[in-house]
């Protein structure tokens, strides 16, 4: 089922179940800017992270002496407890809260809730979690957009690059087969703030950064003049992926990570994790903004 907001300037579709952005459409030129989830290639188009990003190692953690196991990226993307909850005319707002099927892998009393704004020519995404329980609240959260790269027909992926607002010397934090973040890092940057897409990117998984300087990403092309940008000035990660043969590419802004591989698996020592006191109320937003 697609929801959907607009304004003068853009029409967006929000998918359930589990509140994806569908689609981003520009009403000046009617072009598509979403990944279209094609089910052979990707079936997703920005799916929501949540309590964890990426992957555990063995696919599980460790609370309280008790093993808990946990699918990667966590149970809110597909998740169908994740319901509309309020819409307008420019925005979306769906909201899930923590339930028995919840509580027997993630033991944790949760309200969360996620907002899509319309704003002239943005769309800010905005994660609100609140900790409806008696004891601090562990978890991670990110986004995983994916955007339709090429965009037009004429155009071909290795005409996009990813333009970073300041110059970067960052190096990619290397994964393992079993989705653990090794010791060992890769070098992207050169005193750059470009990188050149190519499905050859991809071949080792995604790019992992740690310590950018920038806190804007803008997907351009050498060809037309449209771009897309992800302001994420509240998340301190950041993960750039695609399939191999996948026209898009996703610009995932992150708070947390993947374990790493010496990890003890404990939630409370998990790299980037957040405590939330409890009836604290965490909110963190991402802002995609169209140029044309």
């Given at each position: 089922?697609?929801?959907?907001?607009?304004?003068?300037?853009?029409?967006?579709?929000?998918?359930?179940?589990?509140?994806?952005?569908?689609s981003?459409?520009?009403?000046?030129?009617?072009?598509?800017y979403?990944?279209?989830?094609?089910?052979?290639?990707?079936?997703?188009?920005?799916?929501?992270?949540?309590?964890?990003?990426?992957?555990?190692?063995?696919?599980?953690?460790?609370?309280?002496?008790?093993?808990?196991?946990?699918?990667?990226?966590?149970?809110?993307?597909?998740?169908?407890?994740?319901?509309?909850?309020?819409?307008?005319?420019?925005?979306?707002?769906?909201?899930?809260?923590?339930?028995?099927?919840?509580?027997?892998?993630?033991?944790?009393?949760?309200?969360?809730?996620?907002?899509?704004?319309l704003?002239?020519?943005?769309?800010?995404?905005?994660?609100?979690?609140?900790?409806?329980?008696?004891?601090?609240?562990?978890f991670?959260?990110?986004?995983?957009?994916?955007?339709k790269?090429?965009?037009?027909?004429?155009?071909?992926?290795?005409?996009?690059?990813?333009?970073?607002?300041?110059?970067?010397?960052?190096?990619?934090?290397?994964?393992?087969?079993?989705?653990?973040?090794?010791?060992?890092?890769?070098?992207?940057f050169?005193?750059?703030?470009?990188?050149?897409?190519?499905?050859?990117?991809?071949?080792?998984?995604?790019?992992?950064?740690?310590?950018?300087?920038?806190?804007?990403i803008?997907?351009?092309?050498?060809?037309?003049?449209?771009?897309?940008?992800?302001?994420?000035?509240?998340?301190?990660?950041?993960?750039?992926?695609?399939?191999?043969?996948?026209?898009?590419?996703?610009?995932?802004?992150?708070?947390?990570?993947?374990?790493?591989?010496?990890?003890?698996?404990?939630?409370?020592?998990?790299?980037?994790?957040?405590?939330?006191?409890?009836?604290?109320?965490?909110?963190?937003?991402?802002?995609?903004?169209?140029?044309?």
């Open positions: 089922m697609l929801h959907y907001a607009k304004n003068a300037k853009l029409e967006i579709a929000v998918r359930q179940p589990g509140a994806e952005l569908f981003i459409k520009s009403l000046k030129t009617g072009l598509e979403m990944w279209g989830s094609d089910p052979s290639v990707w079936n997703s188009s920005a799916p929501i992270l949540f309590p964890i990003v990426g992957g555990l190692k063995d696919n599980a953690y460790l609370w309280n002496g008790e093993k808990y196991e946990l699918k990667k990226h966590g149970f809110i993307r597909e998740n169908q407890d994740l319901l509309l909850t309020g819409i307008t005319s420019d925005s979306l707002t769906f909201g899930m809260a923590s339930n028995k099927e919840t509580l027997k892998i993630y033991p944790f009393e949760f309200g969360f809730t996620i907002k899509f704004i704003e002239d020519t943005k769309i800010r995404v905005v994660h609100e979690v609140t900790n409806t329980g008696k004891s601090p609240l562990f991670s959260l990110g986004g995983h957009p994916g955007f790269c090429p965009r037009h027909e004429n155009e071909k992926y290795e005409d996009y690059y990813l333009e970073f607002e300041s110059k970067e010397n960052s190096s990619t934090w290397l994964l393992f087969e079993d989705g653990t973040v090794s010791d060992k890092t890769a070098p992207v050169n005193n750059s703030d470009n990188i050149p897409l190519t499905h050859e990117l991809f071949s080792k998984d995604a790019l992992i950064f740690k310590d950018l300087k920038s806190k804007k803008t997907l351009r092309s050498k060809k037309s003049v449209e771009a897309l940008s992800v302001a994420y000035a509240d998340f301190p990660n950041m993960g750039i992926w695609a399939k191999t043969n996948g026209d898009f590419v996703c610009i995932e802004p992150w708070l947390g990570i993947a374990d790493k591989w010496d990890t003890d698996q404990r939630l409370e020592n998990k790299e980037g994790v957040i405590q939330l006191v409890a009836g604290g109320v965490f909110e963190a937003q991402y802002i995609i903004e169209i140029h044309e």
